[in-house]
């Protein structure tokens, strides 16, 4: 995950309140993707975005709005945080039908 | 609903043993299938990808594809302690990623 780096790490809020998360990649690669981690479920999609300003949802997107104004950054919104949005996050960005890489992950309490 | 499994584990094997991770998925349409390796508390990281029917293999790791059958292995010959992680396996169709659950796996010194 040495091209991909995620903001905050770990980050504790309170339900209701907004929380954004920010996916960073200096590998110009023109796929990004947020996903959700939690016991049992394994890695399951939120949103992805192939392109400037093109996103489109994932598996489990609702409760969350993504944005992509550069190629480089792909930010998730929690527009009002909930106890079942505690979660890890993880970004991913691939290119082409390639494998994806994973950044290091968001460690999300929301109490 | 496109869906992948696995056993969820864990699958212990002693050091020295072959490691078999299998794994299913539902639709017919996929095209790529990826395993992963994640240590705990770190996020995961490719280990092999395979696109035909058949084998692949790469050091001491194998993935076997049969798209007839929609099944999709991993073989670690001679594991080791450091092999103990959890495998994911990872389904495309395009550019959308399906995974399973994962398989923990232990071996055992």
């Known amino acids: 995950d040495a091209g991909i780096t995620q903001s905050p790490r770990h980050k504790v809020t309170e339900t209701g309140t907004p929380v954004t998360l920010r996916c960073h990649q200096t590998e110009n690669h023109r796929y990004m993707y947020w996903y959700r981690q939690d016991p049992g479920h394994g890695l399951r999609l939120i949103h992805y975005s192939y392109g400037v300003k093109d996103t489109d949802k994932g598996e489990v997107s609702d409760g969350y709005s993504v944005s992509r104004s550069k190629t480089e950054d792909f930010l998730l919104t929690l527009e009002s945080a909930t106890s079942s949005q505690t979660s890890v996050y993880f970004c991913?960005?691939?290119?082409?039908?390639?494998?994806?890489?994973f950044g290091p992950g968001t460690r999300l309490l929301v109490l | 609903q496109k869906e992948v499994e696995q056993n969820s584990g864990p699958l212990s094997v002693p050091e020295g043993a072959i490691a078999s991770l299998n794994c299913t998925y539902s639709d017919r349409g996929s095209q790529s299938f990826f395993w992963y390796r994640q240590y705990s508390g770190k996020s995961p990281e490719l280990i092999m990808f395979?696109?035909?029917?058949g084998d692949k293999e790469d050091g001491r790791f194998t993935a076997q594809l049969n798209k007839a059958s929609q099944y999709v292995s991993l073989l670690i010959r001679d594991s080791q302690p450091s092999d103990s992680a959890t495998y994911l396996c990872?389904?495309?169709?395009?550019?959308?990623?399906?995974f399973g659950p994962g398989t923990r796996l232990s071996v055992l010194p």
């Open positions: 990872a389904v495309s169709y395009g550019q959308n990623f399906v």
């Open positions: 395979i696109y035909s029917n």
């Open positions: 991913a960005i691939s290119e082409g039908r390639e494998t994806q890489y």
